[in-house]
């Protein structure tokens, strides 16, 4: 199985992405590295363990990493995800243990001690975490096999500002150091995750599945859904963390391009933006696959069959 660290701020769609991955035996787990972001670090590292123990995995092993940004003030999204960053189920207060050694600690010590090219990471929040870990230790920088990350937005633009994506308008100056690193980059950005909008037909057939995790997705996807409804009148919300997880099951399921994009760090309106060139109409270098295109049906398809065996 392919090993992952999934780096995340749940978040109901992070909840899904992670409940995606523990139920595909191609994926192997080796941690869940927490972040601030939609809400705190002690709401999102206490969610990640809610969402390890509705799939009934309390041997995961959760790490708590960054609690703010490399060089500004948090911002959070609890007007997309609300208070407690999971709305929409019951919460309760998780039983599995925090891990005590730092998120950051995790990243590092996992990278060196695995075989160079065999640790793929997935980022569904703010890139804190794994910026914090490259700076700190360069050495592992180039061990990392893939990331595969959710943020930034091309045709789709913004949906914290008009120019910037959530997660990386959080800490650009984070982005930047990730996507300049030279690492393997598959971006999942808006574009794609905006085609990828849940049905009422789907979380129907979730609750009816008559399963905890059926019925824990199906609320999550049910307060979620309201925000977007709400905003862009559309049928359904897009689940844009957990297409990160489909991408590496299905990667035929995606199109994209492989081409430069840059993170603005320093605009005056355009600060957290992927600057993508779509066109290629730089002579700059690519370093990311950007991701356009999906099969949502396939996508929905293998993420029903798959969270029907949890
Ligand atoms: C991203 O921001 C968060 O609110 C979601 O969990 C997702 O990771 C979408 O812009
Ligand atoms: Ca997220």
Not at 65 to 77: E, F, H, N, Q, S
Not at 144 to 172: C, K, R, S
Not at 237 to 243: I, K, R, T, Y
Not at 265 to 289: P, Y
Request: glycine share 10%; net charge negative.
């Amino acid at each position: 199985a392919r090993k992952i660290i999934i780096d995340t701020d749940p978040g109901q769609d992070d909840a899904v992405a992670i409940l995606l991955a523990l139920a595909s035996p191609e994926l192997d787990v080796l941690g869940i590295t927490a972040v601030a972001g939609n809400v705190p670090l002690a709401l999102t590292e206490r969610n990640a363990r809610i969402v390890c123990e509705i799939a009934g995995r309390p041997d995961v092993r959760v790490f708590a990493g960054c609690d703010r940004p490399i060089a500004r003030r948090l911002v959070t999204a609890e007007h997309v995800h609300g208070k407690s960053g999971l709305d929409g189920i019951e919460l309760f207060e998780p039983t599995m243990p925090l891990q005590p050694e730092h998120a950051v600690d995790f990243l590092i010590e996992t990278l060196r001690r695995e075989a160079p090219g065999t640790v793929t990471l997935c980022p569904l929040g703010p890139l804190t975490n794994i910026a914090t870990a490259f700076t700190r230790a360069p050495d592992i920088v180039g061990r990392v096999a893939e990331i595969v990350l959710m943020g930034g937005a091309y045709f789709e633009v913004g949906n914290i500002t008009p120019a910037a994506e959530f997660n990386i308008y959080v800490d650009p100056e984070a982005a930047d150091i990730v996507f300049r690193a030279g690492v393997p980059l598959v971006v999942v950005p808006l574009d794609v995750t905006h085609k990828a909008l849940t049905s009422r037909g789907w979380i129907e057939r979730l609750r009816s599945m008559g399963t905890r995790v059926g019925h824990a997705v199906a609320g999550l996807t049910d307060f979620f859904e309201r925000f977007d409804m709400a905003k862009y009148g559309s049928q359904g919300a897009p689940l844009h963390d957990a297409c990160v997880i489909g991408y590496l099951l299905k990667p035929d399921l995606f199109t994209g391009r492989h081409i430069n994009v840059m993170i603005e760090t320093k605009g005056e309106f355009t600060t957290g933006m992927t600057v993508a060139d779509w066109w290629r109409v730089t002579g700059r270098e690519a370093n990311a696959m950007f991701l356009g295109g999906i099969d949502r049906d396939g996508f929905y398809a293998i993420l029903t069959e798959r969270l029907a065996r949890l």
